[in-house]
């Protein structure tokens, strides 16, 4: 079964479509990349998915469960872990805090009021930490990181809960060329390792066709290709799209 | 006024608590002007136009000298600064009208009244009826078909752009100031032929636009309108069906609102600012000088009292009290990142808790004690469920007029609270009567919940609290059910607010309505903004270097709130981290350490 299927969703801001009946799933271990020109509506769909927005029409379904309309909340405790494009920490706390909260979280343990949080999950979160090449910076805060650092520590904490599902959008923006190619490396490992389906969204044409198994491509709001890397860099569609928009149609 | 109020918040986002003092302001001018100038129609409609606009040049020199300096700092500090304001103000005018009640005349023109539907309804009542939706049409008109409006209404969206533009934001702020303090003291002005003019508008006046404002959205006029339409009518004819309840009345009705549309009626969710606020500093352990100088405070606090005396000791158990109080605030400004103006309310309604299980119920003294966490709490469940839902400012005004409503029924139902007789002869039992014991027994308590507020922060809990406000949409999506954590928070705190106000209702023997007065509130956030909010002794520090500096000057001087007034805005301008947060600095910078 697929981790993730989407079927025909579709959103409206006033009187513009964004997102206009977009439907394809997601395989476990699978990373399957989103792209598209600016504007093309990938964010609004991915919003759609974890919750932040709610289609007007449409399903989508983790592993067969309707959580269409959820609260991100509701949708990560089934299981899906998520990245922001910009990135979003507890600038007050450490790395090692910040992946302790998803793990409290995960463990529901937040409401407790006794035990320090220093001495709960730090193990767990070391570990995860060390698996993404952060151990050296476990203790240091989140608020002076560089923003490099700070996507890892999103990857970590958005694998904290043992997602089946990793959304990420625009994983390596603002990222030196070869973080980039070495954080996507890392995450794709993980993602065939734990048979963790990852969806991403991204403007690095290098990293999606090095990385992504299947690519899909947005454009004003509907899917106009589907396919393997190869395939879909020939689509006569898809490089209508980028060559008029400006931007490079990979190598 | 509330719509002056709407416009000056929506374009400059400042809240600003002077606005009560200026309609305050407007109304006692218009008082001297009316009675000073001869009598007849220049004289009473020359006063009332001449004081909006002296009202109009006060604003505008508070903006320019004080407002202007702060617009870039939090919001939290901007609502404490004219707070400031609003405590000279206070001052200011019992200095040059006196405490009494001023009576205004009559409008000429409009004395008599006229019958509609068998009702006799004064003729200025139905004029005031008029001026309203009058001033809304102007407001409307220039907000929509000047220039100077489109620019204002530019501004309310988005700051940055207008100034990239190339507009002069700071002409533009201090012009929409000046209106808005205009409306602010033609308001007050024109309340003159209708009530008695006294120190006590300016909060009743805040509270209820507050309410208004609420309902009908942050910076919306329409909203506004309708909004004062309905509370209008609410205690036009709460009055007449439920004379006692008008205020639950009203409240029920802002309750209901703001839980159909958080936004209030016409209002849309604020934009989120631009840019990224700095990040809150980290949570840390104590260093070790830090813990040898509390160890050395905590041994000074139990060896010395024995050998103190009365008087002495009394001071050092308000202490002890203060450091719970301001503890407990400090739970929900500083790790939950939300402002409660309205704090005392819990305080006081442990107090009360305290004193009405000891005379009607007749329980002991540790019985009181009990009940007043309890009373507190319950309140905490209730009132917080509305103020965590609202964010930022929205918040910190509802927190105000919760507060307002608690007090005005502790004011008003004199059959059970007394009213402002208060409640006398609540003494501790014979074990805890010297004041030795009782010292002893605040110390213990307080202390002893202070230390559980500082492991709570640290803790889960804590630190969940922490990540809601660090980041809403990352809290969010690692599963973080951000309202029932500022809930839950709010509701501790109310807790060990109760437990503070249980333990000054004993200390005192006697509750007031006072105690759950705004004036207390402002103490609280006062103590814990000296100390500073960003750490944790912040409010120890700032409890006991308050406590200390409101005793001398309340023994010292007669205008005690005016220099307190000046000592906040001196604070907010020239130390906002706090006492604290100053002295932190100051090591870290010593020590060499990031």
């Not at chain 2, 400042?14 to 109304?27: P, Q, T």
């Not at chain 2, 201090?174 to 808005?180: D, E, I, P, R």
Request: a positive charge; glycine letters at 12%.
């Amino acid at each position: 079964m697929a981790t993730l299927e989407v079927e025909g969703i579709q959103k409206s801001f006033g009187g513009v479509q964004a997102v206009r009946g977009v439907s394809f799933a997601v395989e476990p271990g699978e990373m399957l990349a989103l792209i598209g020109p600016n504007g093309a509506g990938k964010s609004t769909c991915f919003n759609m998915l974890n919750g932040q927005l709610r289609p007007d029409a449409g399903r989508v379904r983790l592993q067969g469960r309707d959580i269409t309309g959820l609260k991100p909340r509701e949708v990560w405790r089934l299981g899906v872990g998520r990245t922001f494009q910009i990135t979003a920490t507890f600038g007050s706390m450490t790395v090692r805090e910040n992946v302790q909260m998803a793990l409290l979280s995960h463990h529901r343990r937040l409401g407790q009021l006794w035990r320090p949080v220093a001495r709960m999950d730090a193990a767990e979160a070391d570990a995860l930490l060390a698996r993404l090449g952060m151990a050296g910076q476990a203790g240091r805060p989140c608020g002076i990181l560089a923003y490099g650092d700070l996507k890892r520590v999103e990857l970590a904490i958005a694998l904290a809960n043992q997602p089946a599902l990793l959304l990420m959008d625009e994983p390596t923006a603002g990222m030196a060329p070869q973080e980039r190619v070495s954080l996507m490396a890392l995450t794709a490992g993980i993602a065939r390792e734990r048979g963790i389906a990852v969806l991403f969204t991204e403007h690095d044409m290098d990293v999606v066709f090095s990385h992504a198994d299947r690519i899909l491509v947005l454009d004003r709001g509907a899917l106009i290709a589907e396919g393997a890397p190869q395939a879909v860099r020939n689509d006569p569609r898809v490089r209508e799209v980028y060559l008029g928009s400006g931007a490079t149609s990979g190598h | 006024m509330a719509s002056g109020l709407t416009v000056i918040f929506g374009v400059s986002r400042i809240v600003n608590f002077a606005h009560g003092s200026l309609y305050m302001l407007g109304a006692y001018l218009a008082w001297t002007l009316v009675t000073s100038l001869p009598r007849g129609h220049l004289g009473f409609w020359g006063g009332v136009l001449g004081a909006a606009l002296a009202v109009g040049v006060i604003g505008l020199v508070v903006e320019m000298l004080l407002l202007r300096r702060i617009y870039r700092a939090p919001e939290l500090f901007q609502l404490l600064a004219t707070f400031g304001v609003v405590l000279v103000v206070q001052d200011l005018a019992l200095l040059t009208w006196g405490a009494q009640d001023l009576l205004g005349p009559r409008a000429p023109g409009l004395r008599g009244s006229v019958e509609i539907l068998g009702l006799r309804f004064p003729l200025y009542e139905l004029f005031l009826i008029v001026v309203g939706p009058v001033v809304l049409g102007l407001l409307l008109l220039l907000f929509h078909r000047t220039r100077w409006g489109t620019l204002v209404r530019a501004a309310t969206q988005d700051r940055e752009m207008v100034g990239a533009l190339g507009v002069n934001q700071r002409m533009l702020f201090t012009s929409v100031f000046f209106l808005g303090s205009v409306l602010a003291g033609l308001g007050g002005a024109l309340q003159l032929p209708r009530e008695s003019v006294n120190l006590h508008m300016d909060l009743a006046i805040i509270t209820e636009a507050f309410v208004v404002v609420v309902v009908g959205g942050l910076g919306s006029l329409s909203g506004a309108a309708l909004a004062a339409l309905l509370i209008g009518e609410l205690h036009a004819f709460g009055i007449l069906v439920f004379p006692k309840i008008t205020l639950v009345l009203v409240f029920l009705v802002m309750a209901v609102v703001l839980v159909v549309r958080p936004h209030g009626l016409r209002g849309k969710p604020q934009p989120a600012a631009h840019g990224v606020a700095a990040a809150e500093p980290m949570i840390g352990a104590a260093p070790p000088a830090l813990k040898l100088a509390g160890a050395v405070a905590l041994l000074l606090a139990v060896a010395l009292p024995p050998f103190l005396g009365d008087y002495a000791l009394t001071v050092l158990t308000e202490i002890a009290i203060c450091i719970l109080f301001a503890a407990s605030l400090h739970l929900i400004m500083g790790p939950g990142g939300m402002a409660s103006f309205g704090h005392a309310a819990y305080f006081g309604l442990g107090a009360y808790g305290a004193a009405l299980a000891a005379t009607w119920l007749g329980v002991p003294m540790l019985g009181g004690l009990a009940m007043a966490p309890v009373l507190a709490g319950i309140f905490g469940v209730v009132f917080g469920w509305f103020c965590v839902r609202l964010s930022g400012v929205y918040s910190a005004m509802l927190t105000l007029a919760f507060a307002q409503i608690a007090w005005s029924v502790a004011f008003q139902w004199v059959e059970l609270t007394g009213g402002d007789n208060g409640i006398l002869g609540v003494w501790p039992d014979g074990w805890a009567a010297p004041k030795l014991a009782y010292y002893y027994l605040a110390l213990a308590l307080c202390l002893g919940g202070t230390l559980l507020l500082r492991r709570v922060v640290h803790a889960p809990f804590g630190y969940a609290l922490r990540a809601q406000r660090d980041s809403a949409l990352r809290a969010e999506a690692i599963g973080i059910d951000a309202f029932r954590i500022r809930w839950w928070g709010f509701t501790l705190a109310a807790i060990a607010a109760g437990v503070a106000g249980g333990l000054f209702a004993y200390g005192k023997g006697s509750v007031f309505p006072t105690y759950l007065a705004i004036p207390r509130s402002v103490d609280a956030l006062l103590m814990v903004l000296l100390g500073g909010v960003q750490t944790l002794s912040g409010p120890i520090v700032g409890a006991i270097a308050y406590a200390g500096l409101q005793e001398r000057l309340m023994r010292l001087l007669e205008y005690w709130r005016l220099v307190l007034g000046a000592v906040i805005i001196l604070l907010v301008l020239f130390f906002p981290q706090g006492l604290a947060g100053a002295a932190r600095f100051f090591w870290e910078r010593r020590h060499g350490d990031a």
